[in-house]
């Protein structure tokens, strides 16, 4: 079994969401863009053989296949998690801190950021079909924040196997940003010298940042980014600076205007 | 071998069903299956994940979809000479008005909990906010002179003009489906297409079938306007149905 290594300070709090609201409420446009076309269609994904490519800026570019990948020590993390449209689950992963696979490569001097993709097979993800997003969908983490302990590589969620629709074979989960920022069925990390470009940015700058840092005083030029609801409950709630996750995480951006750096 | 379908029953045949004094009760009743299969999914928690956010989406796309109804009954009317549509125009867009009030009180009342400081900040500072209280506005303004008393008041050109509002207000409510959704979304856009697409055959009007109006009558010409009746007739001897 899984030791249980990080969990809410107080569950009364935040509850775990229920395992069926979490696997049929998701966004995953690579298979459509209402909340239960993931569940429906997702079952199309192949997620063996699945491999990760590793290269950039790094002493051992490799290509690493999931059965290695799933032999990284696994731990659970109850985290929450925070949607950039307002609602939020408390979610428990399973799988192991990203900066383990990134010591591995040894990142050189040079790498200054690491840049994600998600597959893009049209022929497994009917959604991409549609010019929602520039496809393949790329998200990005400056190296200090992927190297951070909290930052998570989940391979599974309630004890299980991930289900296709939350990202299977093997995700990010980075707790203290917006969920669009924690990508999904991954398959090619890489190390870079300049910041990369990601999918949301690329598609409205103005909207969502690179950082998109959860920020209850940062609106969303659309939508108020004060509160949120925990997927479950009747109100909202208010929501917190990094997701709760300040006091681990506030140290990355010391000096920096979050503003700015939405 | 099959029989042949004579085009002419078709449409007789339509318009006397359409004309039934069943017609219209059963066009309400169908009008309402929306919103009772909505509160049937929230009580059976069958509305997923998210049910108030859920109801909300629910009857803003109903009131869009029985705005784009009620302005394609003209065009089908044009297109397939069965006159008797139009009895249905102000019916279904008064639906189209009704879940236009259930998608705003289920956000103010079940979404943001009647935090009005949240709902003005809203208003005046999310543009796909204020686009969609802006066609609230005018579907509330067009609900409120939709009577026949209305029309008399206010006299048939400038009844005519205030009601052309309701092309400004499904633009407004398609605008506000485009704005509030992530990236460029197909639904939203194929709703603004139909949108433009009937406001446009305003403009070029197509007929395919051999004008033949009236050839059936929604009632006898003689018969009192009663409470009920749907075309109000203009001062100029005009219906408001065979206008815009």
């Given at each position: ?18 395992m ?32 990760i490519?590793i290269?950039g ?13 799933l ?8 985290y ?17 801190p ?31 079909r ?6 393949p ?23 299980e ?29 890489s ?40 997927v ?14 300040g ?7 010391a ?6 750096n939405? | ?7 002419p ?11 039934s004094?069943?017609a219209?009760?059963a ?5 309402l299956?929306p919103l009772?299969w ?54 279904l ?17 079940l ?13 005046v500072?999310r ?22 008393g209305?029309?008399?008041r ?14 400004v ?15 460029w979304?197909?639904a ?10 009937l406001?446009?055959?305003r ?10 109006e ?5 009632r006898?010409?003689a ?20 206008r815009?």
């Amino acid at each position: 079994t899984v030791p249980t290594t990080i969990k809410p300070a107080d569950p009364k709090l935040d509850p775990t969401t229920p395992m069926k609201s979490a696997t049929t409420y998701n966004n995953f446009y690579e298979f459509g863009t209402g909340k239960g076309d993931p569940a429906d269609s997702a079952g199309m994904l192949r997620t063996r053989p699945w491999e990760i490519a590793i290269g950039g800026e790094v002493a051992k570019p490799m290509t690493i296949g999931i059965e290695d990948l799933l032999k990284f020590p696994m731990e659970e993390r109850i985290y929450r998690l925070r949607c950039v449209e307002g609602w939020s689950m408390v979610i428990p992963w399973v799988g192991f801190p990203l900066a383990e696979l990134l010591k591995r490569v040894e990142p050189t001097g040079n790498a200054r950021y690491v840049a994600f993709q998600t597959l893009n097979d049209p022929k497994q993800m009917p959604g991409l079909r549609s010019w929602v997003l520039d496809w393949p969908y790329t998200e990005g983490l400056r190296l200090d924040e992927a190297m951070h302990p909290l930052a998570l590589l989940a391979v599974g969620m309630y004890g299980e196997v991930l289900p296709n629709q939350n990202g299977a074979p093997i995700r990010l989960v980075v707790p203290w940003k917006y969920g669009f920022k924690s990508i999904k069925s991954i398959v090619s990390i890489s190390l870079v010298k300049d910041q990369p470009p990601t999918a949301w940015n690329k598609s409205q700058p103005r909207e969502y940042g690179f950082y998109s840092n959860v920020n209850p005083e940062v609106d969303h030029p659309r939508w108020s980014q004060a509160t949120e609801r925990r997927v479950g409950d009747f109100s909202r709630r208010k929501t917190l600076p990094f997701n709760g996750y300040g006091e681990e995480v506030a140290s990355l951006y010391a000096g920096m205007d979050l503003r700015k750096n939405y | 071998m099959a029989a042949a379908i004579h085009i002419p029953d078709l449409r007789a045949a339509a318009n006397a069903a359409l004309t039934s004094r069943w017609a219209k009760p059963a066009v309400f009743m169908f009008a309402l299956i929306p919103l009772i299969w909505t509160v049937w999914l929230a009580y059976t928690g069958e509305l997923g994940a998210e049910p108030v956010l859920e109801s909300v989406k629910a009857s803003g796309l109903w009131a869009l979809r029985f705005l784009l109804i009620a302005l394609a009954l003209t065009p089908l009317r044009m297109l397939t000479g069965v006159a008797g549509l139009a009895r249905f125009r102000r019916m279904l867009g008064l639906f189209a008005f009704f879940y236009a009030v259930v998608h705003l009180s289920t956000y103010i009342g079940l979404d943001q909990f009647f935090d009005w400081t949240a709902i003005w900040q809203d208003i005046v500072k999310r543009p796909y906010i204020t686009v969609g209280m802006g066609a609230f506005m005018i579907l509330t303004t067009l609900a409120a002179t939709s009577t026949g008393g209305m029309v008399k008041r206010l006299g048939g050109k400038r009844w005519r003009l205030l009601h052309k509002g309701v092309f400004v207000a499904g633009l407004a409510a398609c605008l506000h489906f485009i704005m509030l959704v992530k990236g460029w979304q197909t639904a939203p856009l194929v709703y603004a297409l139909i949108c433009i697409g009937l406001l446009a055959f305003r403009r070029w009007p197509i007929r395919l079938a051999r004008r033949k109006e009236p050839a059936v009558r929604t009632r006898p010409a003689a018969a009192p306007r009663s409470a009920e009746a749907p075309e109000p007739r203009f001062p100029d001897g005009s219906s408001p149905a065979r206008r815009s």
